[in-house]
């Protein structure tokens, strides 16, 4: 037992050194920690021994102010959470909302959410794989994955006003109906991505840089992958085929006909695969969507207020990230006695010590880049 | 800059040198207002829309800052984009002590102006860049679009292209103003202007009506009929894994007292619909017990750990441990009721620690992050966790955000 003290959060543990054991500090403002996360690293040379992440700079305290908010205003809020998804976040609340409230939404409801979902989540995707190549170091797939995504953005625009904080959904329907240029835009812009997806997954899945870079990189077993709570492309990439959207199917997701891809290595390369399939189900469910799309009310009946008879009402969507929970508990009144998420990326990152010890912190980098995480909605 | 703020001293009592010195503003304003290199900072939606804005549809480029550096030192214009957190704000004037002058800085968002939508009622975000940091523009939005952040940079600009040596760039004094007095102020501003508006629009509306005596409008007003949306019932849930049923009693099997929560009987009633999970209160004694028993059992398999959260009622918590089953997909929520601690004196309550639980952090790793959560936001101390530090707030934070009977005095209540 030495006398030293450590940084806080490391564990005392005896560790065979080839060199000196040192200690680095890595954000909170830093180009490639995704925003205002800091990461302290214990290292032996360049390889890492232990990763601390230290969270809170973007603590926003939206739990405690939903507390004095409406539950309609809080849907705003829960756009700022995971801003990438927003329009997945909204629906997440909503669900928790609809439960308390004993309505469902009509048909065409249905499928105008299903449908902005997956729109949400390509975006998202593209998102990924434009920061994970651009944090391998290639600034052109940079440039691509941002350029597809302003395509989806026009669509956000025009159906709900904004382009990112979308604030679209609430309890029973939507805001408004989409517009009648809404599925001849989606059209053509599956068609202008399923062309381009196949330059794009040509030029990162088999580009050998990027291979030699992820391959057997940050392996994350599938029992560690249970046990730290990961979910979404990260618990998949590990072989356990969960995704809420079939095994516990909300909205219209079990009448649609979509798979879940699921690899089995656990390493950086599948969880960047897995998420590539992903953004192909995804085309597959819109195109679905485009058939099926009906006629009819987008929204149910208005409530004059949005009361939630007196419980604990749970909701659970698969957001691009993961498992999203809203927790919503009503006593009385228009507003939440208290709500909490469970986001996804919080729980995805907790296995990031397990799978970067060992690896350089270059692999760190790619490593945080394939858990995707959104450090707003970390912190709320 | 020392010797070039020396020049117009030395050069304007020469003849001709009033233009020499001209000629040297034009030059440096014209390098600086068209290459300014940001940093690269972003801490949250704002920064999306800034990354937006640098990549192909927009092209920063064609304004000269699409250098985006990772390093203040080698960056000259600080593009706040995001939310500033107490906890950040210190990083965030040291960047900006960093970036070498002549420098600026613009305030991208609702957030950095006010504090947006996290104006009101909030205990940890600042209400705007400008107490903290000198700011030359601000762009309104939230987040902006990427135009708005164009025109920002365009009005920056336009600012730099007014500088000269003769008045040298210089960092502005801090506005030594309460935040609510400036809103105060703005309010009557603006009431004011609104009174000048209406009068305006109703003297215009007088005016039109003698013009035009005959007039009608062609519009009606249409009230959406009741019978346009429809009332829709919520469809029937499929049954996932283990009913209702069958996980009570074969929690019943480990410990025979676990109880419903916010039930009567022990009877689980037939018309549970089906997406709500079963929720079952037990003692503190035999939490770890039954968690163990319930992750461990082959029935059960309760094997992932969704969440732990607590809820504060007045005279207890709630800690509620979620969890589910990933094969199966069933799910249950173990609650325990923790008393407040009554021994501790009044005015300590606040800062103190009133509850105790034991840790499931060696059953599921998972738990061990979300219980430091709750421990920092509730005050719940959570036995044998083996790091329990304070997780969002900075380790100095006094209080416990979550409890109702919170105070603090950053927060500032929304006006009714
Ligand atoms: S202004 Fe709005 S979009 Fe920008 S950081 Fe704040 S909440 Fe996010």
């Known amino acids: 037992m030495s006398l030293r003290r450590l940084p806080p959060g490391f564990r005392e543990e005896n560790i065979d050194l080839d060199t000196e054991e040192f200690f680095v500090n890595m954000g909170p403002q830093h180009p490639s920690t995704h925003g205002a996360l800091r990461l302290a690293l214990r290292l032996d040379g360049e390889t890492i021994i232990e990763v601390v992440p230290h969270f809170g700079y973007i603590h926003r305290g939206i739990e405690k102010q939903a507390e004095s908010m409406s539950y309609l205003q809080y849907i705003a809020l829960s756009d700022r959470q995971d801003y990438l998804t927003a329009i997945q976040n909204n629906w997440g609340v909503c669900l928790a909302l609809e439960k308390g409230l004993g309505i469902g939404v009509p048909e065409r409801g249905e499928y105008i959410r299903v449908m902005l979902a997956e729109l949400g989540r390509i975006a998202s995707h593209l998102v990924f794989y434009a920061c994970f190549g651009g944090d391998l170091g290639g600034q052109t797939a940079l440039l691509f994955g941002f350029k597809e995504r302003e395509m989806i953005h026009d669509i956000l625009d025009e159906v709900t006003g904004s382009r990112l904080t979308t604030n679209f959904f609430r309890p029973g329907g939507s805001v408004h109906d989409v517009p009648d240029t809404f599925i001849p835009r989606v059209t053509s812009f599956l068609k202008h991505l399923e062309k381009t997806m196949v330059d794009y997954e040509r030029f990162l899945s088999t580009n050998i840089i990027v291979l030699e870079r992820t391959k057997g990189i940050g392996i994350l077993s599938k029992e560690d992958a249970i046990a730290y709570g990961c979910s979404g492309p990260v618990l998949r990439a590990s072989g356990v085929s969960y995704d809420v959207r079939k095994n516990d199917p909300y909205g219209i997701y079990s009448q649609l006909d979509f798979n879940v891809p699921v690899t089995y290595n656990g390493d950086t390369y599948d969880r960047y695969v897995v998420r590539i399939a992903e953004i192909h189900e995804s085309i597959k469910i819109l195109r679905q969507c485009i058939k099926q799309f009906p006629e009819g009310p987008y929204r149910g009946q208005e409530k004059a207020s949005i009361r939630l008879k007196p419980g604990s009402y749970y909701s659970a969507t698969e957001t691009a990230k993961g498992l999203y929970a809203t927790y919503v508990v009503a006593v009385s009144g228009d507003k939440p006695y208290r709500i909490h998420t469970r986001g996804p990326s919080f729980a995805n990152l907790a296995a990031l010590n397990t799978m970067v010890q060992g690896h350089k912190i270059s692999d760190l980098v790619s490593i945080l880049a394939t858990l995707d995480p959104v450090i707003p909605e970390i912190d709320r | ?416």
């Open chain 2, 1 to 416: 800059m020392g010797i070039m703020n020396a020049v117009p001293g030395l050069l304007d009592p020469i003849p001709g040198g009033k233009h020499l010195v001209n000629m040297l503003d034009y030059v440096a304003n014209w390098a600086r207002a068209n290459s300014l290199w940001p940093l690269t900072y972003g801490t949250s939606c704002c920064a999306i829309e800034m990354m937006s804005s640098s990549m192909a549809r927009y092209d920063i480029a064609r304004f000269g800052s699409e250098v985006f550096r990772a390093s203040p030192r080698q960056a000259d214009l600080f593009i706040i984009a995001g939310t500033i957190t107490s906890k950040m704000a210190p990083a965030l004037q040291m960047l900006w002590e960093q970036i070498p002058g002549p420098k600026y800085a613009i305030a991208m968002g609702a957030c950095t102006i006010s504090g947006g939508p996290f104006m009101y009622d909030n205990y940890s975000v600042i209400r705007g860049a400008n107490t903290l940091i000198p700011v030359d523009v601000f762009i309104p939005g939230c987040p902006p679009r990427p135009e708005a952040l164009f025109h920002g940079l365009l009005t920056l600009r336009d600012k730099i292209l007014r500088e000269s040596f003769r008045n040298p760039w210089k960092e502005g004094e801090a506005i030594d103003q309460p935040y609510a007095d400036r809103w105060s102020e703005a309010s009557k501003a603006w009431a004011e202007l609104e009174k000048i508006k209406d009068e305006e629009q109703a003297e215009a509306r007088r005016q039109f009506k003698e013009n035009n005596p005959d007039y009608k409008s062609p519009y009606k007003a249409v009230r959406v009929k009741k019978d346009a949306f429809p009332e829709v019932p919520r469809p029937e849930a499929p049954l996932i894994g283990l009913s209702a049923t069958d996980l009570f009693s074969i929690a019943l099997e480990q410990d025979s007292s676990i109880t419903l929560y916010n039930s009567d009987s022990n009877e689980i009633s037939p018309d549970r619909p089906n997406d709500m999970p079963l929720d079952i209160i037990v003692s503190k004694e035999k939490y770890v017990e039954l968690i163990s028993f319930l992750k461990n059992d082959e029935r059960t398999n309760l094997n992932y750990l969704i969440d732990v959260t607590a809820v504060d009622w007045e005279s207890h918590f709630d800690v509620i441990t979620q969890l589910m089953s990933i094969e199966k997909g069933h799910k249950l929520f173990v609650r325990v009721s923790l008393p407040k601690d009554d021994s501790i004196e009044e005015e300590k309550r606040a800062t103190s620690i009133l509850a105790e639980i034991p840790s499931i952090s060696h059953l599921y790793p998972a738990a061990e992050w979300k219980e430091r959560e709750v421990f920092d936001m509730f005050g719940i101390h959570f036995e044998n966790h083996p790091d329990e530090r304070r997780l969002f707030v900075d380790h100095d934070f006094k209080g416990y955000p979550l409890r109702k009977d919170f105070t603090h005095p950053h927060i500032m209540k929304r006006p009714v």
